[in-house]
């Protein structure tokens, strides 16, 4: 299994709403990213887990709050989001630390009303 | 400036013939330069990527050139076709951003039948 799973596919949510958004992938990689990437645009790296524990937070507002269960899952709990937060968000999982060879999920458009 | 240029940002070839897409990067001790193919709809999804002690490497139809001097590298796609139309990023490891991977802006390449 060479596939990072991302659920749902499209979300639309309001203000007020609480959300998460899931990632799970079964190739024992033990490096997780999540990504926000703009219509157009390149990806613009938000955090990274390395071995379950956080190891790059790129001073992601609080409203977005990323969580690793376990080394197959990978979630990003949304809260108070705003309008502009409305973007493509991609999950991806790597062999390695070091943002090697990077295997993306196909991501969530998120629409933020 | 930016960390990774790229360009061209549009590309538009005949099926049959040659993509060359060209990216530079500005931290002399960046050692791993990868590129991705996004389809719409999808994720990005690793096609090859080259380490900064190898000039060239090839799969099949593609093939990438490294110059450390000049800090440029290149993609090469021959004998294009319709299923190559995508959006290509280039990355490179920049260790003065953190040894994080920095995208290039991205090009749109289209092949006509």
């Known amino acids: 299994d060479t596939e990072v799973t991302q659920t749902p596919k499209h979300l639309v949510m309001g203000m007020t709403n609480k959300k998460s958004l899931k990632c799970e992938q079964h190739?024992?990689?033990?490096?997780m990213y999540w990504y926000k990437q703009k219509a157009k645009k390149p990806p613009e790296l938000m955090f990274v887990?390395?071995?379950?524990?956080?190891?790059i937070n790129e001073s992601v507002p609080s409203r977005f709050s990323p969580e690793c269960p376990n080394s197959s899952l990978l979630n990003l709990h949304l809260h108070a989001l705003q309008p502009e937060d409305s973007a493509l968000y991609l999950c991806?999982?790597?062999?390695?630390?070091?943002?090697?060879?990077?295997?993306f999920g196909s991501g969530t458009q998120l629409s933020v009303l | 400036g930016e960390n990774v240029e790229q360009h061209p940002s549009t590309l538009s070839v005949q099926e049959g013939d040659s993509a060359v897409i060209k990216c530079t990067y500005s931290?002399?001790?960046?050692?791993?330069f990868p590129w991705y193919k996004q389809e719409l709809g999808k994720g990005p999804q690793l096609i090859i990527d080259?380490?900064?002690?190898?000039g060239e490497k090839k799969d099949q139809r593609i093939a990438v050139t490294l110059n450390k001097t000049a800090k440029h590298f290149s993609l090469h796609i021959t004998e294009t076709q319709p299923e190559d139309s995508a959006v290509y990023f280039c990355?490179?490891?920049?260790?003065?951003?953190?040894?994080?991977?920095?995208f290039g802006q991205g090009t749109e390449l289209s092949v006509k039948p």
């Open positions: 991806a999982s790597g062999p390695g630390q070091g943002f090697e060879k990077l295997f």
């Open positions: 080259i380490r900064s002690n190898v």
């Open positions: 931290d002399s001790a960046s050692n791993y």
């Open positions: 887990y390395s071995y379950e524990k956080l190891s």
């Open positions: 190739m024992g990689h033990r490096a």
């Open positions: 990355a490179a490891r920049l260790y003065n951003q953190g040894g994080k991977l920095i």
